[in-house]
């Protein structure tokens, strides 16, 4: 079908096809009923927020980004201690609709239990962000979609030590405390990255490509040399989609998991062995990405508000 086609099909004018495809500017539900009956979906179709999620083109995705203004919004960084612990408690609640939007597969209810168990012991989750905040506020930023924050990913720049126990399966991310983070570092643990509960104002895959936008950020941000011999990210799977968009960007599963909480730990980096060629290929394109972003962007632009770095309110 053809754009025109579709709006004489849906009673709508061609340039309203062309906003809504774009996803320019919010829909009203009538006109998006109107598309709906003129393709024939039906209303759970219609409803299906992850049916557009940038994470299954990323890194590609992300070219946009280069050619244009690749930069952080000024609402990406937390303003204060209590705009992070805002932060953390949001991406908490959203874990839960992360995991109502993922497909059940034979071991779901082994996501909802450990998801359970963050939950028993959030006073100790909440505090341990708090911590590396302080100690390196880049790790912890917002994604926004125009001047709304929609998202929050959280990436740390670790110790070899750090890195290698939870490579290894031995020990929790919950024990990689602040004390194991650095301001940079060749090895990275893509700690969260979810859409915020509630920020359905912009269009979903708007959201999706902000989160993705942010994480390959701080990918630059917190790396020394991407290119350089012994780059590496591990990653953990907290829910289907999770698993799915790890898989998707470039990262393998290590065949461990991890303990108390059963997450599977995957890795990135174009030197682990027995990857696929489309893993391989996803993984090095992202590194060289990553590269262009650290290379071309200012270095006063890379970093973070004094006033974030205060730790004060």
Same mark, same amino acid.
């Given at each position: =079908?053809?754009?025109?086609?579709?709006?004489?099909?849906?009673?709508?004018?061609?340039?309203?096809?062309?906003?809504?495809?774009?996803?320019?500017?919010?829909?009203?539900?009538?006109?998006?009923?109107?598309?709906?009956?003129?393709?024939?979906?039906?209303?759970?179709?219609?409803?299906?927020?992850?049916?557009? !999620?940038?994470?299954?083109?990323?890194?590609?995705?992300?070219?946009?980004?280069?050619?244009?203004?690749? *930069? /952080?919004?000024?609402?990406?960084?937390?303003?204060?201690?209590?705009?992070?612990?805002?932060?953390?408690?949001?991406?908490?609640?959203?874990?839960?609709?992360?995991? &109502?939007?993922?497909?059940?597969?034979?071991?779901?209810?082994?996501?909802?239990?450990?998801?359970?168990?963050?939950?028993?012991?959030?006073?100790?989750?909440?505090?341990?962000? @708090?911590?590396?905040?302080? *100690? $390196?506020?880049?790790?912890?930023?917002?994604?926004?979609?125009?001047?709304?924050?929609?998202?929050?990913?959280?990436?740390?720049?670790?110790? !070899?030590?750090?890195?290698?126990?939870?490579?290894?399966?031995?020990?929790?991310? =919950? !024990?990689?405390?602040?004390?194991?983070?650095?301001?940079?570092?060749? $090895? @990275?643990? @893509?700690?969260?990255?979810?859409?915020?509960?509630?920020?359905?104002?912009?269009?979903?895959?708007?959201?999706?490509?902000?989160?993705?936008?942010?994480?390959?950020?701080? =990918?630059?941000?917190?790396?020394?040399?991407?290119?350089?011999?012994?780059? %590496?990210?591990?990653?953990?799977?907290?829910?289907?989609? $999770? /698993?799915?968009?790890?898989?998707?960007?470039?990262?393998?599963?290590?065949?461990?998991?991890?303990? +108390?909480?059963?997450?599977?730990?995957?890795?990135?980096?174009?030197?682990?062995?027995?990857?696929?060629? +489309?893993?391989? &290929?996803?993984?090095?394109?992202?590194?060289?990405?990553?590269? @262009?972003?650290?290379?071309? /962007?200012?270095? $006063? %632009?890379?970093?973070?508000?004094?006033?974030?770095?205060?730790?004060?309110?």
């Amino acid at each position: =079908m053809t754009q025109s086609q579709l709006a004489e099909e849906a009673e709508l004018s061609l340039r309203t096809i062309q906003i809504v495809e774009k996803g320019r500017s919010s829909v009203r539900p009538e006109t998006i009923h109107r598309i709906g009956d003129a393709l024939g979906l039906t209303d759970d179709q219609l409803r299906d927020d992850t049916s557009k !999620d940038a994470f299954d083109s990323w890194p590609w995705s992300l070219s946009k980004f280069i050619q244009g203004d690749p *930069t /952080l919004s000024e609402h990406a960084h937390c303003r204060g201690l209590e705009d992070a612990r805002a932060a953390v408690r949001k991406m908490r609640a959203s874990w839960g609709e992360h995991l &109502k939007r993922s497909e059940s597969p034979a071991d779901g209810d082994g996501f909802a239990i450990a998801d359970q168990k963050l939950d028993d012991e959030y006073p100790r989750y909440e505090q341990r962000y @708090l911590e590396i905040w302080k *100690t $390196n506020p880049n790790c912890i930023l917002y994604s926004t979609a125009g001047t709304q924050r929609c998202g929050v990913t959280i990436v740390l720049p670790v110790t !070899d030590r750090a890195y290698d126990e939870l490579r290894q399966g031995k020990c929790t991310f =919950m !024990d990689v405390e602040a004390s194991d983070v650095l301001p940079e570092s060749q $090895n @990275l643990i @893509l700690d969260s990255a979810v859409e915020l509960h509630g920020s359905h104002a912009q269009p979903w895959y708007g959201v999706t490509d902000s989160v993705s936008f942010t994480l390959f950020f701080q =990918m630059a941000l917190l790396s020394i040399d991407p290119t350089a011999d012994g780059f %590496r990210m591990l990653g953990f799977a907290a829910s289907p989609i $999770n /698993l799915k968009r790890l898989c998707g960007t470039g990262f393998s599963p290590c065949g461990v998991h991890m303990p +108390e909480y059963g997450y599977e730990i995957c890795e990135f980096s174009t030197g682990v062995g027995g990857q696929s060629n +489309e893993t391989y &290929k996803r993984s090095a394109t992202a590194t060289h990405y990553v590269n @262009l972003f650290k290379q071309f /962007l200012p270095k $006063n %632009r890379l970093r973070v508000p004094s006033q974030a770095m205060t730790g004060k309110t």
